[in-house]
Each structure stands twice: as C-alpha cells, then as structure tokens.
C-alpha cells in the first residue's frame, strides 16, 4: 500500500494520463471521488476546450463550475463520447466496485450513456477478485429494513452507512463479506431486490479501459 502522500502524485499521473481521451468540444461525462477532482483540475488546466460536461455528483459539478466548465442534465444531451470516473476496485476483466463516495446511481447512469468508460485508478485498486471493499447499495429509505434481510439471507453482512444521504435523498448500505467470484450475476439479483435503486458493481457494464498510476508509471488494461 502506497502512502498518502505517493496515493496523491499517482492519482495526479493518471489524471494527466486520461487527457487523452478527452476530444475537444466534446459533451464530457465525469464520475465522483479524489481521482476525478485531480482530472478535473488537469482538465482545467489543460488546453484542450470541452463543450461542456455532465457531471455524477454535486460535488463534482461545483469544482467544474468553480472552473467555468458548463455543466449539462443528461437528459439535454445525446450519447456522450467519454465518461471519465474512479473506481474504489477492478479486476482483470475490467469490472468494478464503485460507490464508496455514495455517488453509484449517477455513475451508474451515465456510464450506460457512454460510448467508452474510461476508469482511473491508483494501484491499491487493482484486485483478483472484488470484494474487499464492502459493496455499496443504493436503497429507498422505507425499504432499509427489508433489503437489509435479503442481504444477510444471500450471504452478505450489511451495514448502514451512518449520517449519510445520496444525492437521489436515498441510503447506502454498505455490504461486506459477499461473495463476488460471479459479479454479473450478483448484479442482477441485487438490482431485483425491490427498493434497491442500484448497487455498486460495474460488471454488466464494466469499464472499457482502466487506467492505473503505478510506482513505474501509468499502465493500461483493456
């Protein structure tokens, strides 16, 4: 495990890194979390002039303002060319576990609006099988009880995450300890629980490519 200070330049590097992909006065979707904030301030800083973006969480929208970058509704746009966002894990497939900031529906959404998800990523994210990072679920407030139940019943243990409410006014519980060796699958059943808004897995609509900032710079996978 990198140190904060290494976690930091690494985020910074691939940051940097997935300018690349980014096309010039192009609609831009853009996730949540630390990793984006330094793309956004790349992107800032760059020469390259987006049309405009659309953005997965509030707080990311307020940094992109801060920048005069214009913020779009989803439903105002097309299918955007590049959604650029974060991931808390991946595996070899490209697959994620995403949501530890809580922004998973948005993230969720627009990368199903997207032509090519672009992931980036410091090396503490890559794993052989997800699961180490409890997985968020995304739940309607009156449902908690319930959902909670049919967690524990397939194998999950299920924690509220304390003083915290999504953008969409809803809930996570954060699931730990379930058993993710078939994500696609655990996917569905988990999106068919009623009250579930999402969940955090990636893997019907995993990443196409996953950038990762290493100890010997930015490797690509996919």
């Not at 590097?13 to 790349?42: H, K, R, Y």
């Not at 915290?164 to 699931?175: A, E, K, R, S």
């Not at 655990?186 to 629980?193: A, P, Q, R, V």
Request: proline share 4%; net charge negative; glycine share 10%.
């Amino acid at each position: 495990m990198t140190d904060p200070e290494q976690q930091l330049i690494q985020k910074q590097q691939v940051a940097a890194a997935a300018m690349e992909w980014v096309q010039p006065d192009s609609v831009l979707g853009i996730g949540s979390g630390s990793t984006v904030n330094c793309f956004i301030e790349a992107l800032a800083a760059s020469q390259t002039r987006i049309e405009a973006a659309v953005s997965a969480s509030e707080a990311s929208t307020q940094l992109l303002q801060a920048h005069g970058i214009e913020v779009r509704d989803l439903n105002h746009c097309g299918t955007l060319d590049v959604y650029i966002d974060g991931a808390d894990e991946f595996d070899s497939h490209q697959r994620l576990i995403k949501g530890g900031g809580g922004a998973l529906t948005r993230e969720k959404i627009i990368a199903a609006a997207s032509r090519k998800f672009v992931c980036i990523v410091d090396e503490s994210k890559k794993v052989g099988v997800l699961g180490n990072f409890p997985l968020p679920v995304e739940v309607i407030p009156m449902a908690r009880s319930l959902v909670g139940r049919q967690l524990v019943a397939m194998g999950g243990q299920p924690q509220l995450r304390e003083d915290f409410v999504t953008d969409n006014g809803n809930l996570i519980l954060d699931v730990h300890n379930m058993d993710l060796v078939d994500p696609v699958r655990i996917e569905k059943e988990l999106n068919n629980l009623p009250g579930v808004v999402t969940n955090g897995l990636f893997a019907l609509r995993a990443a196409d490519v996953v950038l990762m900032a290493s100890s010997s710079g930015v490797q690509t996978f996919g």
